[in-house]
């Protein structure tokens, strides 16, 4: 295994720094807050499907992740009975470029398709115009997600056929869009403008810090600690009442471990602090004995379709946040120099293989074929001497 030596470099920064090693995370620069100021019209935007930007096959609009959907329901009657409720006659909403956008796209048809950020599950429609009066009947319809989009996705294990009924009926688009966060730089504001501030008590602060000191900045989850204040540790309330306070109601918990806790769609965690979180988990040896029965516990929850199939494949569990040559791997089969990384715009990519012989691949990249992408990795992974080819 080559995680020690990957950590050399870094470790010979902080020595050079003069700086104590639990004070690792201050060699990242804070990345300033990008306020949201383009919102979406509350009805949605018109677009053409060739026009719409995806990041990983999720669908995207300034850097903040969107849905997709087709406000027209024109055929006779369909109108009325979208509006009434009638699943059959309503528009799925998609989520990513599922089978059927992309044969949308491979048959050039623009489709009227509309991107909203809205996750309120209702969606604004409109019918074909009336021949006689020329008026267009509109108005709200609770849709559906396109269960094509799960399946591409493989969101919560979809393609497990005994998962499928109770996944689709318990979607939650706050929630999807929390697991997806990773990806984005910027969260929509329906959902970061939910901050609770009013439902915690006047002490809520002093408590916290309180709590968090006695802690000594350690995470009760995942044992990671930040060795001094941090933003990155929270404190939780266990029965989800804020204003809850007894000793018994409370965990400290790193904002990744607070995240995977349920009902915390609220929480955007950035990659950045992701990453920020797992190589000080990776620094204090957290990470040295990752399984299948543990990985998820410090994988980024954007990768857990991806993980599931693995699994499902009987692929070795992979290791989580490896650092060659400066490039940051989320996931990473180091006896193989093979890994997956979320951030592909980070520096040090190009070129890497013929630094260090290692295989980098995108999750943006395979995210719209998950299956292939991770059939082929099977090949590679249980096949000595063929190169991955990207
Ligand atoms: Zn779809
Ligand atoms: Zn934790
Ligand atoms: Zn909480």
Redesign the pocket.
């Known amino acids: 295994m080559k995680l020690s030596d990957s950590f050399a470099e870094l470790r010979a920064l902080i020595r050079s720094h003069d700086i104590e090693p639990n004070a690792f995370d201050t060699l990242f620069i804070p990345e300033p807050y990008e306020p949201v100021d383009d919102e979406l019209p509350s009805n949605g935007l018109k677009i053409k499907l060739s026009e719409v930007a995806s990041r990983g096959g999720l669908f995207a609009h300034n850097n903040r992740q969107v849905l997709l959907y087709m406000q027209k329901h024109t055929r006779t009657g369909r109108f009325e009975s979208a509006i009434k409720g009638v699943v059959e006659e309503q528009n799925k909403y998609h989520l990513c470029k599922c089978k059927h956008i992309k044969k949308e796209e491979s048959e050039n048809r623009e489709g009227n398709y509309v991107i909203t950020e809205d996750l309120s599950g209702t969606f604004f429609i409109c019918g074909g115009k009336d021949a006689k009066t020329g008026v267009i009947p509109e108005g709200y319809a609770k849709l559906n997600v396109c269960k094509m989009c799960l399946e591409a996705l493989n969101y919560k294990g979809y393609r497990d056929y005994a998962l499928r009924k109770e996944i689709f009926q318990e979607f939650n688009l706050a929630d999807f869009f929390c697991d997806y966060g990773a990806l984005f730089n910027r969260i929509t504001s329906r959902v970061a403008g939910n901050k609770y501030e009013e439902d915690y008590s006047k002490d809520w602060k002093k408590i916290s810090l309180e709590l968090r000191d006695r802690s000594k900045w350690e995470?009760?989850?995942?044992?990671?600690n930040f060795g001094k204040r941090s933003e990155l540790l929270h404190v939780h309330h266990v029965n989800g009442v804020r204003r809850d306070n007894k000793g018994t109601n409370l965990r400290v918990?790193?904002?990744?471990?607070?995240k995977k806790q349920p009902n915390h769609a609220h929480l955007h965690l950035k990659h950045y602090d992701a990453k920020r979180?797992n190589l000080l988990?990776r620094h204090q040896g957290l990470l040295d004995d990752v399984s299948w029965d543990n990985v998820k516990k410090y994988a980024d929850t954007c990768v857990y379709g991806f993980l599931d199939l693995c699994k499902e494949m009987d692929l070795p569990a992979p290791q989580v946040a490896i650092v060659v040559d400066n490039v940051y791997f989320d996931l990473a089969w180091p006896d193989k120099s093979l890994g997956l990384v979320i951030d592909t715009e980070q520096g040090g990519l190009n070129g890497l293989r013929e630094r260090s012989g290692w295989y980098a691949t995108g999750l943006d990249k395979e995210f719209l074929a998950l299956e292939s992408f991770v059939k082929r990795l099977a090949g590679f992974l249980n096949l000595e001497g063929r190169g991955f080819e990207l």
């Open positions: 995470c009760s989850e995942c044992s990671v918990l790193c904002v990744d471990c607070h979180i988990r």
